[in-house]
Protein backbone atom coordinates (compact mmCIF):
# COMPACT_ATOMS: atom_id res chain seq x y z
CA UNK A 1 0.00 0.00 0.00
CA UNK A 2 1.18 3.13 -0.88
CA UNK A 3 0.03 6.48 0.77
CA UNK A 4 -2.00 8.82 -0.83
CA UNK A 5 -1.48 12.91 -1.29
CA UNK A 6 -4.89 14.82 -0.72
CA UNK A 7 -4.53 18.32 -2.26
CA UNK A 8 -7.50 20.10 -1.48
CA UNK A 9 -8.09 23.61 -3.76
CA UNK A 10 -10.32 26.17 -2.99
CA UNK A 11 -12.77 24.01 -2.10
CA UNK A 12 -16.64 26.04 -1.05
CA UNK A 13 -19.13 23.86 0.83
CA UNK A 14 -22.76 24.85 0.71
CA UNK A 15 -26.07 24.11 2.74
CA UNK A 16 -28.67 25.83 1.07
CA UNK A 17 -28.04 29.36 0.56
CA UNK A 18 -25.42 28.84 3.82
CA UNK A 19 -21.80 28.87 3.33
CA UNK A 20 -20.02 26.12 5.27
CA UNK A 21 -16.22 26.65 4.54
CA UNK A 22 -15.30 28.80 1.76
CA UNK A 23 -11.94 29.10 -0.12
CA UNK A 24 -10.47 26.30 1.70
CA UNK A 25 -6.71 24.74 0.74
CA UNK A 26 -5.79 22.34 2.33
CA UNK A 27 -2.52 19.19 1.41
CA UNK A 28 -1.18 16.22 2.79
CA UNK A 29 1.68 14.63 1.76
CA UNK A 30 2.04 11.38 1.44
CA UNK A 31 2.73 9.26 4.77
CA UNK A 32 1.56 13.02 6.76
CA UNK A 33 -0.88 13.12 9.93
CA UNK A 34 -2.78 16.05 9.20
CA UNK A 35 -4.81 17.95 11.57
CA UNK A 36 -7.59 20.06 11.42
CA UNK A 37 -8.86 22.10 14.26
CA UNK A 38 -11.27 24.76 15.26
CA UNK A 39 -14.02 25.59 17.84
CA UNK A 40 -17.61 24.11 17.15
CA UNK A 41 -19.40 25.53 14.46
CA UNK A 42 -15.65 26.09 12.67
CA UNK A 43 -16.24 23.83 9.27
CA UNK A 44 -14.09 20.85 10.22
CA UNK A 45 -16.72 18.23 10.09
CA UNK A 46 -17.84 19.85 6.61
CA UNK A 47 -14.68 19.68 5.28
CA UNK A 48 -14.03 16.12 5.72
CA UNK A 49 -17.16 15.45 4.79
CA UNK A 50 -15.83 16.47 1.03
CA UNK A 51 -12.83 14.12 1.35
CA UNK A 52 -15.35 11.09 1.73
CA UNK A 53 -17.67 12.17 -0.68
CA UNK A 54 -20.98 13.62 1.24
CA UNK A 55 -20.83 16.44 0.62
CA UNK A 56 -20.48 17.74 -3.14
CA UNK A 57 -18.05 20.93 -3.34
CA UNK A 58 -19.74 24.17 -4.78
CA UNK A 59 -16.67 25.20 -5.56
CA UNK A 60 -12.58 24.07 -6.08
CA UNK A 61 -11.98 20.68 -5.92
CA UNK A 62 -10.42 17.67 -3.61
CA UNK A 63 -8.06 15.69 -5.65
CA UNK A 64 -6.55 11.76 -4.79
CA UNK A 65 -3.47 11.21 -6.13
CA UNK A 66 -3.62 14.03 -8.86
CA UNK A 67 -7.50 13.12 -9.82
CA UNK A 68 -10.34 14.73 -9.14
CA UNK A 69 -12.32 12.33 -6.11
CA UNK A 70 -15.75 12.91 -7.15
CA UNK A 71 -14.89 11.90 -10.77
CA UNK A 72 -13.58 8.46 -9.23
CA UNK A 73 -15.78 5.33 -9.32
CA UNK A 74 -17.19 4.70 -5.89
CA UNK A 75 -15.30 1.38 -5.51
CA UNK A 76 -12.18 2.97 -6.74
CA UNK A 77 -12.46 5.48 -3.90
CA UNK A 78 -13.53 2.74 -1.43
CA UNK A 79 -10.39 1.46 -1.82
CA UNK A 80 -8.16 4.06 -1.40
CA UNK A 81 -10.22 6.48 1.25
CA UNK A 82 -11.21 4.79 4.41
CA UNK A 83 -13.47 7.19 7.23
CA UNK A 84 -14.59 7.15 10.90
CA UNK A 85 -16.92 9.68 11.21
CA UNK A 86 -18.66 11.00 14.42
CA UNK A 87 -22.23 10.50 13.83
CA UNK A 88 -22.65 6.54 12.65
CA UNK A 89 -25.24 4.58 13.94
CA UNK A 90 -25.22 1.81 17.06
CA UNK A 91 -28.21 -0.20 15.39
CA UNK A 92 -26.71 -2.60 13.42
CA UNK A 93 -27.57 -6.36 14.49
CA UNK A 94 -24.26 -7.31 13.67
CA UNK A 95 -21.43 -8.81 15.54
CA UNK A 96 -18.03 -6.70 16.39
CA UNK A 97 -16.14 -8.89 13.77
CA UNK A 98 -19.21 -8.68 11.24
CA UNK A 99 -18.42 -4.88 11.49
CA UNK A 100 -15.10 -5.05 11.19
CA UNK A 101 -15.41 -7.79 8.15
CA UNK A 102 -17.06 -4.90 6.03
CA UNK A 103 -13.50 -2.94 5.44
CA UNK A 104 -13.12 -5.52 3.28
CA UNK A 105 -16.36 -5.14 0.95
CA UNK A 106 -14.26 -3.20 -1.58
CA UNK A 107 -11.93 -5.31 -2.45
CA UNK A 108 -13.94 -8.18 -2.73
CA UNK A 109 -16.63 -9.22 -5.74
CA UNK A 110 -20.70 -9.92 -4.54
CA UNK A 111 -20.83 -12.67 -2.31
CA UNK A 112 -17.11 -13.24 -1.90
CA UNK A 113 -16.64 -14.99 1.38
CA UNK A 114 -13.86 -13.93 3.77
CA UNK A 115 -10.31 -15.58 2.46
CA UNK A 116 -7.59 -16.80 4.80
CA UNK A 117 -5.79 -12.98 4.04
CA UNK A 118 -9.54 -11.27 5.31
CA UNK A 119 -9.26 -13.27 7.95
CA UNK A 120 -5.96 -11.92 9.37
CA UNK A 121 -5.86 -8.67 8.50
CA UNK A 122 -9.48 -7.93 10.14
CA UNK A 123 -7.66 -9.50 13.92
CA UNK A 124 -5.00 -7.64 13.15
CA UNK A 125 -7.56 -4.37 13.03
CA UNK A 126 -8.65 -5.86 15.91
CA UNK A 127 -5.73 -5.89 17.73
CA UNK A 128 -4.80 -3.03 16.77
CA UNK A 129 -7.46 -1.41 18.96
CA UNK A 130 -7.25 -3.35 21.29
CA UNK A 131 -11.20 -4.85 20.67
CA UNK A 132 -10.07 -8.88 20.02
CA UNK A 133 -11.98 -9.58 23.39
CA UNK A 134 -14.82 -8.12 21.86
CA UNK A 135 -14.77 -10.09 18.27
CA UNK A 136 -18.52 -11.97 19.08
CA UNK A 137 -20.06 -9.20 21.19
CA UNK A 138 -23.35 -7.38 19.19
CA UNK A 139 -22.59 -4.37 18.11
CA UNK A 140 -25.38 -2.64 19.64
CA UNK A 141 -24.80 -3.37 22.83
CA UNK A 142 -21.15 -1.90 23.24
CA UNK A 143 -20.31 1.27 25.06
CA UNK A 144 -19.41 4.68 23.37
CA UNK A 145 -15.91 3.90 23.52
CA UNK A 146 -16.15 0.71 22.59
CA UNK A 147 -18.03 1.29 19.25
CA UNK A 148 -15.40 3.76 18.40
CA UNK A 149 -12.54 1.29 18.37
CA UNK A 150 -14.49 -0.98 16.71
CA UNK A 151 -15.05 1.51 13.69
CA UNK A 152 -12.11 2.40 13.19
CA UNK A 153 -10.77 -1.24 13.46
CA UNK A 154 -12.89 -1.46 10.54
CA UNK A 155 -11.76 1.32 8.73
CA UNK A 156 -7.91 -0.12 9.34
CA UNK A 157 -8.90 -3.40 7.94
CA UNK A 158 -10.24 -1.42 4.77
CA UNK A 159 -5.91 -0.79 3.95
CA UNK A 160 -6.78 2.53 2.80
CA UNK A 161 -3.75 4.81 1.83
CA UNK A 162 -5.84 7.41 2.76
CA UNK A 163 -8.00 7.75 6.28
CA UNK A 164 -9.88 10.48 7.34
CA UNK A 165 -11.06 10.48 11.04
CA UNK A 166 -13.60 12.72 12.41
CA UNK A 167 -12.72 13.08 16.25
CA UNK A 168 -11.51 9.80 16.54
CA UNK A 169 -10.68 9.96 20.04
CA UNK A 170 -14.19 10.69 21.04
CA UNK A 171 -15.84 8.75 23.88
CA UNK A 172 -12.00 7.15 24.44
CA UNK A 173 -10.24 6.78 27.60
CA UNK A 174 -6.88 8.62 28.08
CA UNK A 175 -5.18 4.88 27.50
CA UNK A 176 -7.06 4.29 24.30
CA UNK A 177 -6.67 7.68 23.12
CA UNK A 178 -3.22 7.21 23.24
CA UNK A 179 -2.88 3.82 21.43
CA UNK A 180 -5.07 4.61 18.29
CA UNK A 181 -3.01 7.76 17.97
CA UNK A 182 -0.13 5.78 18.39
CA UNK A 183 -1.33 3.36 15.44
CA UNK A 184 -2.31 6.04 13.02
CA UNK A 185 0.70 7.36 13.24
CA UNK A 186 2.44 4.92 12.42
CA UNK A 187 0.45 3.78 9.56
CA UNK A 188 1.66 3.55 6.40
CA UNK A 189 -1.18 5.51 4.98
CA UNK A 190 -1.68 9.65 4.86
CA UNK A 191 -4.15 10.53 7.46
CA UNK A 192 -6.43 13.27 8.00
CA UNK A 193 -8.34 13.99 11.24
CA UNK A 194 -10.10 16.25 12.88
CA UNK A 195 -9.40 16.86 16.81
CA UNK A 196 -10.48 18.94 19.52
CA UNK A 197 -7.47 18.10 21.91
CA UNK A 198 -4.79 20.75 20.86
CA UNK A 199 -2.36 18.88 23.15
CA UNK A 200 -2.98 15.47 21.21
CA UNK A 201 -2.84 16.95 17.84
CA UNK A 202 0.62 19.16 18.83
CA UNK A 203 2.27 15.84 19.89
CA UNK A 204 0.62 13.49 16.83
CA UNK A 205 0.34 15.90 13.78
CA UNK A 206 2.71 17.29 11.29
CA UNK A 207 0.84 19.99 10.32
CA UNK A 208 -2.37 21.74 11.83
CA UNK A 209 -4.75 23.76 10.07
CA UNK A 210 -7.32 26.00 11.84
CA UNK A 211 -10.45 26.22 10.77
CA UNK A 212 -12.94 29.40 12.01
CA UNK A 213 -15.94 30.55 10.64
CA UNK A 214 -15.48 28.14 7.53
CA UNK A 215 -12.24 29.62 6.70
CA UNK A 216 -8.72 28.91 7.25
CA UNK A 217 -7.17 31.04 9.63
CA UNK A 218 -3.54 29.42 9.95
CA UNK A 219 -1.50 26.33 8.71
CA UNK A 220 1.80 25.19 9.68
CA UNK A 221 4.01 22.71 12.22
CA UNK A 222 2.33 22.69 15.46
CA UNK A 223 4.98 25.00 17.04
CA UNK A 224 4.37 27.35 14.49
CA UNK A 225 0.81 27.62 14.73
CA UNK A 226 -0.26 26.92 18.55
CA UNK A 227 0.32 30.58 19.94
CA UNK A 228 -1.59 32.31 22.59
CA UNK A 229 -2.27 34.98 20.57
CA UNK A 230 -3.82 32.76 18.09
CA UNK A 231 -5.71 30.66 20.47
CA UNK A 232 -7.10 34.00 22.30
CA UNK A 233 -8.31 34.81 18.70
CA UNK A 234 -9.91 31.95 17.19
CA UNK A 235 -11.23 30.50 20.66
CA UNK A 236 -11.52 33.35 22.63
CA UNK A 237 -9.12 31.93 25.58
CA UNK A 238 -6.27 33.00 27.14
CA UNK A 239 -3.09 30.25 27.68
CA UNK A 240 0.40 29.70 28.11
CA UNK A 241 2.19 27.91 25.84
CA UNK A 242 5.16 25.45 26.58
CA UNK A 243 7.81 22.88 25.08
CA UNK A 244 7.53 19.79 26.95
CA UNK A 245 10.40 18.96 27.99
CA UNK A 246 10.20 15.01 27.16
CA UNK A 247 8.04 15.19 23.64
CA UNK A 248 9.47 18.34 22.42
CA UNK A 249 6.04 19.21 21.35
CA UNK A 250 4.26 22.48 22.01
CA UNK A 251 1.74 21.69 25.23
CA UNK A 252 -0.93 24.34 26.01
CA UNK A 253 -2.27 25.04 28.96
CA UNK A 254 -5.47 26.92 29.31
CA UNK A 255 -6.25 29.57 32.35
CA UNK A 256 -9.67 29.82 34.38
CA UNK A 257 -12.03 31.97 32.52
CA UNK A 258 -13.47 35.05 34.07
CA UNK A 259 -16.86 34.34 35.58
CA UNK A 260 -19.77 35.95 33.61
CA UNK A 261 -22.02 38.19 36.54
CA UNK A 262 -25.32 36.79 37.48
CA UNK A 263 -28.36 38.54 37.36
CA UNK A 264 -27.87 38.07 41.28
CA UNK A 265 -24.79 39.68 41.50
CA UNK A 266 -25.14 42.21 39.84
CA UNK A 267 -28.14 43.42 41.81
CA UNK A 268 -26.23 42.23 45.02
CA UNK A 269 -23.85 45.15 43.32
CA UNK A 270 -26.29 47.58 42.84
CA UNK A 271 -26.71 51.04 44.46
CA UNK A 272 -29.56 51.35 47.17
Known sequence: MTATELVIDGVTLTAGAHRLIEDVSLTARPG???????????GKSSLLRAVYRVLRPAAGQVSVDGTDAWSLPVRQVARKVAAVVQESSADFDLTVREIVAMGRTPHKRLLDGDTPEDAELIGTALDAVDATD???????????????????????????????????????DIRHQLD???????LPATVLLALHDLNLAAYYCDRLYVLRDGTVTASGPPADILTPRLLHEVY??????????????????????????????KSDHASP
Not at 32 to 42: D, F, Q, T
Not at 147 to 165: D, H
Not at 236 to 261: D, K, N, Q, Y
Open 236 to 265: GVTSEVTIHPRTGAPHVTFLPREPHPTAST
Open 134 to 172: LTHRPFHQLSGGERQRVLIARALAQQPSLLVLDEPTNHL
Open 32 to 42: EVIGVVGPNGS
Open 180 to 186: ILNTLRG
